[in-house]
Nanobody, 129 residues
Framework: QVQLVESGGGSVQDGGTLRLSCGVSGSANTPKCIAWFRQAPGKAREGVATMYNFGGNHFYADTVKGRFTISADHAGTTVYLPMTSLILEDTGTYYC??????????????????????WGQGTQVTVAS
């Protein structure tokens, strides 16, 4: 089993910054595809960013490209999501998720939440004007 624990959420002013963290533990064979999702009230869960093998290729949703960056520590135990220039539409619960590669990569269907086996409990991000 793989355990994912998010932290770093909070309330911030429009234009502010936050850094989310996701602690990864459990199985020695940690899935190689790590992603961040978010869900606003009344909306579907949305893929935000993904990376391969704790440092490989990154991919971002158009809504966050240039503002958010996914990264990981060298040990592969923590995945980060620094978020800058936050806007009201970034408000939501942010989740860390993990899965194995699909067709040998982490990009194929990366934005589909039903492709991920492991999930954290989520951390709330609120952006206020």
């Amino acid at each position: 089993q793989v355990q994912l624990v998010e932290s770093g959420g909070g309330s911030v002013q429009d234009g502010g910054t936050l850094r989310l963290s996701c602690g990864v533990s459990g199985s020695a064979n940690t899935p190689k595809c790590i992603a961040w999702f978010r869900q606003a009230p009344g909306k579907a869960r949305e893929g935000v960013a993904t990376m391969y093998n704790f440092g490989g290729n990154h991919f971002y949703a158009d809504t966050v490209k240039g503002r958010f960056t996914i990264s990981a520590d060298h040990a592969g135990t923590t995945v980060y999501l620094p978020m800058t220039s936050l806007i009201l539409e970034d408000t939501g619960t942010y989740y860390c998720a993990a899965r194995g590669p699909l067709f040998g990569n982490c990009i194929t269907r990366w934005e589909r939440s039903d492709e991920y086996r492991y999930w954290g409990q989520g951390t709330q991000v609120t952006v206020a004007s």
